[in-house]
């Protein structure tokens, strides 16, 4: 083969590498919305966190556990390779093999779009992500404001930011009158009665609407409201 055709081809197979792999990573379905809730529906009764009812020593909610070898000497989930993934090899046995996963005591089968999601999973590395339930909140750095005098909360720094971002300014300060019909309508949906805005109005303390919160989310209406959402 001349080396210049040579050359050509390596640069041309270098070229699809670099091509592949983000398409790879791009096709990765979605571990919470796509890959879990199918591992939880269909694998973790008998190869989840329940010790109890595990079987074949194989647990496949955590990562690190289903990339071991299980007590067949099998690995259920080989990241990248579908082919070498037990996992893979159970759910696509045609129906009534002893060895097909779920077996068929349970009644159910995957679909065949949930075994190519599973198949896509593993090839793109089989990525686990833990529940967000049960990831810490952190606390996100404040964006840098212009006008630093204007926030008066953390959240304000991030609102003035996207304001400042596309070239517009802050609505100025509400009123106390439209002020005390938007809480009213927000916390308990029903507007404020004309007594109950001009006790607001007339309340000079540097507390008030702080006070006023805290009575509407006391209200026995405040409950009624949100119950009916939750």
């Known amino acids: 083969m001349p080396a210049k055709r040579s050359r050509v081809i390596v640069w041309m197979l270098a070229y699809l590498g670099v ?11 979605s571990f919470e919305r796509e890959v879990r809730p199918i591992l939880s529906r269909y694998c973790f009764k008998c190869h989840g966190p329940d010790e109890g009812q595990r079987q074949s020593g194989l647990r496949l909610d955590v990562r690190e556990e289903a990339i071991k070898t299980a007590d067949s000497g099998k690995v259920a989930i080989v990241p990248g390779k579908p082919d070498a993934s037990e996992l893979l090899h159970r759910i696509n046995l045609a129906e009534g093999s002893d060895e097909k996963m779920p077996p068929a005591s349970t009644k159910l089968e995957l679909t065949a779009e949930q075994r190519d999601i599973l198949k896509r999973w593993v090839a793109t590395g089989a990525e686990y992500r833990p529940h967000w339930a049960f990831v810490a909140p952190k606390r996100p750095a404040l964006p840098n404001v212009r006008d630093a005098s204007w926030p008066r909360s953390g959240i304000d720094h991030f609102v ?49 609407y702080e006070r006023l919160v805290d009575r509407l989310l006391a209200s026995p209406t405040y409950g009624e409201r949100w119950a009916r959402r939750w």
């Open 160 to 208: 003035l930011a996207r304001l400042e971002a596309t070239g517009l300014k802050p609505s100025p300060p509400a009123d106390r009158h439209t002020l005390a019909r938007r809480v009213f309508l927000d916390l308990i949906g029903i507007p404020p009665t004309p007594a109950e805005v001009d006790e607001f109005v007339n309340d000079s303390s540097p507390d008030a």
């Open 19 to 29: 091509v592949v792999t983000p398409a790879l990573a791009a096709d990765a379905p």
